[in-house]
């Protein structure tokens, strides 16, 4: 049993984070594949003698390289079970909830006080006894 609500937790986990898993996962190859190109650049540079060409893309390198990490950050920081959100959403979602409480006592308020008149003790009349009585009345007028 414990292994099956286990893996329903895991599988929960990244039905929930998959937007932002997938964030950290391009972040990462995307930092690798920088580093590449940049050494691939850079021989390039060499081989060709343009040696100025180097200090642009090594800015170039690491500005991409900040921008992925502020994504790979934002990404890891926003990872979790809960759907939480911030006090003020709280608040307002316990605000709701009491609104919809009241609301609930009142529909079951109103549904009792039409009860209400069920609870006699006085029994239903059959359609036959509605007919007899009318029939008695008849009798009575003549």
């Known amino acids: 049993m414990y292994h099956y609500l286990k893996w329903a937790a895991l599988s929960l986990f990244f039905r929930r984070n998959l937007r932002y898993l997938l964030l ?38 690491w500005v991409l390289v900040i921008l992925l990490s502020i994504l790979f950050v934002y990404s890891v920081m926003h990872l979790g079970f809960g759907k939480e959100g911030t006090p003020g959403k709280r608040e307002k979602k316990k605000r709701e909830d009491k609104v919809d ?17 069920f609870k006699s003790k006085g029994r239903l009349k059959r359609r036959s006894d509605l007919v007899l009585e009318r029939l008695e009345k008849e009798r009575n007028k003549k």
């Open 24 to 61: 950290i996962f391009v972040s990462m190859i995307g930092i690798y594949a920088i580093d590449g190109i940049y050494h691939d650049l850079v021989d390039y540079a060499i081989a060709t003698g343009r040696k100025g060409m180097i200090l642009y893309f090594l800015a170039g390198k």
């Open 101 to 117: 409480e009241k609301r609930a006592k009142a529909q079951e308020e109103l549904v009792m006080q039409r009860l209400e008149k």
